[in-house]
């Protein structure tokens, strides 16, 4: 049988979404991906530096292979004096925290063989209501402001639980901004559930955007 009896419609969709922009994004060329990285460090740049509101906190992914690589634009916050910070996966299954990131930080491999910061002793996670921007990674964004991501729900989950996305919890929600590819646009709506994170703003290659009902 195709299908297993049962299956969850929307999470068959989402896997066949899933297949597809991962296969767009691996097959840009080197030199696609160079002048895209370039432009996006300065479309967020410019982005982050018009708002109203003064931005110290970054969370920030570390690249896989295909994905936009943001280490471009990282150089230039900590020059800045930006306090950065990168996810670290967590034992327990789906779950992450982010560390900070410094110049001299020293990246390991975790289990899906991305980088991220070694646990030194005594350095703490930074508590989430820090956070004043999150720059996340995706697999496909729509013009509404829906984010398919990998399918782990490791940012879902991070940002439902600590960062005020429920009502009732006094923690502010940090800015999230969406980092792609201009490929990565889905040209309709994408299916969500209603755990799925929404981003407030995508950068691409080609520029930047608020999406007005987030």
Not at 6 to 30: E, I, S, W, Y
Not at 43 to 67: I, S
């Amino acid at each position: 049988m195709s299908k297993q009896l049962g299956a969850d419609p929307a999470q068959t969709q989402k896997q066949t979404l899933r297949q597809d922009f991962k296969q767009r994004r691996a097959n840009l060329d080197p030199s696609q991906r160079l002048a895209a990285h370039q432009n996006i460090k300065r479309h967020l740049t410019d982005l982050l530096t018009q708002r109203d509101e003064p931005f110290g906190h970054v969370a920030v992914y570390l690249a896989g292979p295909t994905e936009v690589d943001l280490q471009p634009w990282i150089d230039l916050a900590l020059l800045d004096g930006v306090a950065l910070y990168a996810p670290v996966i967590a034992p327990t299954q789906g779950q992450m925290a982010f560390y900070p990131l410094t110049s001299t930080t020293t990246l390991n491999a975790n289990r899906f063989n991305l980088k991220e910061p070694e646990i030194e002793n005594g350095v703490q996670a930074v508590d989430s209501s820090l956070l004043d921007v999150a720059l996340v990674p995706l697999l496909a964004f729509d013009d509404h402001g829906s984010r398919l991501g990998m399918g782990g729900g490791y940012y879902d989950r991070y940002f439902a639980n600590d960062a005020g996305l429920h009502a009732g919890n006094n923690h502010k929600r940090p800015l999230i901004i969406g980092i792609a590819y201009d490929v990565q646009r889905a040209i309709g709506p994408l299916v969500t559930e209603p755990w799925d994170i929404r981003l407030n703003a995508v950068v691409t290659e080609s520029g930047s955007r608020f999406f007005a009902d987030q």
